[in-house]
């Protein structure tokens, strides 16, 4: 009974192969397979012919670059140039400005108002009062009264104090120390040391 229900079962799981098509061959197919492989590789063969020119080429490239590499640099240091110690600093400066405490300040300055038109004109205008100012003098108690009475010395004070009272605001809700903290934060490794 067991044997009549299996035999039952496997009929009734497969359908018949129809009687008219062969078995496929398993030889065939891993023949066709091959040759489908086949034609991949010789197809990435004809897609790579053209590297194998430019292989030959490459010692040859590379050797005149190397030469114009070294005739330049004999031209620097002809001219007292010192090229291992203009890369050196060149990494340093790299190095600089990848660190994280220098990222982290760039990133605050980003996000601070220093940038805004209005500040970057006052900045500008402090530059040029900076850069023309040639007679300073010293001054003392009588001067500093006198000068007091200068419209434009009254004007940047009047400036300076109202800077003065926005730092003091600033200070008070704790915005320096939070971006102290930011910036500290930071750790500075050090790849390459200073000459």
């Known amino acids: 009974m067991t044997a009549s229900l299996?035999?039952?079962t496997a009929r009734t799981a497969a359908p018949p192969a129809p009687p008219d098509l062969p078995a496929p061959d398993p030889v065939l197919a891993a023949l066709e397979r091959i040759e489908r492989r086949l034609a991949a590789v010789e197809q990435v063969a004809r897609a790579i012919a053209p590297l194998a020119g430019v292989a030959?080429?490459?010692p040859g490239a590379v050797a005149v670059a190397a030469d114009t590499f070294d005739g330049l640099a004999a031209r620097l240091g002809g001219a007292g140039i010192d090229l291992?110690?203009?890369m050196m600093a060149v990494l340093r400066a790299v190095e600089v400005a990848t660190a994280p405490r220098a990222v982290n300040g760039l990133?605050?300055?980003?996000?601070s108002h220093l940038l805004e038109p209005s500040a970057l004109a006052v900045v500008s205008q402090l530059a040029v009062a900076l850069a023309?100012?040639?007679d300073a003098r010293p001054v003392?108690?009588?001067g500093l009264?006198?000068?007091l009475r200068d419209p434009d010395v009254q004007r940047a004070l009047g400036f300076g104090l109202a800077i003065a009272r926005s730092f003091g605001q600033q200070l008070a809700a704790g915005g320096v120390d939070a971006c102290r903290d930011r910036l500290d934060g930071a750790v500075h490794a050090r790849l390459l040391e200073a000459p």
């Open 56 to 58: 030959e080429t490459l």
């Open 140 to 142: 003392g108690t009588w």
């Open 107 to 111: 990133a605050s300055l980003v996000e």
């Open 84 to 86: 291992d110690a203009r």
């Open 6 to 8: 299996a035999s039952t």
């Open 132 to 134: 023309s100012t040639t």
């Open 145 to 147: 009264l006198k000068a």
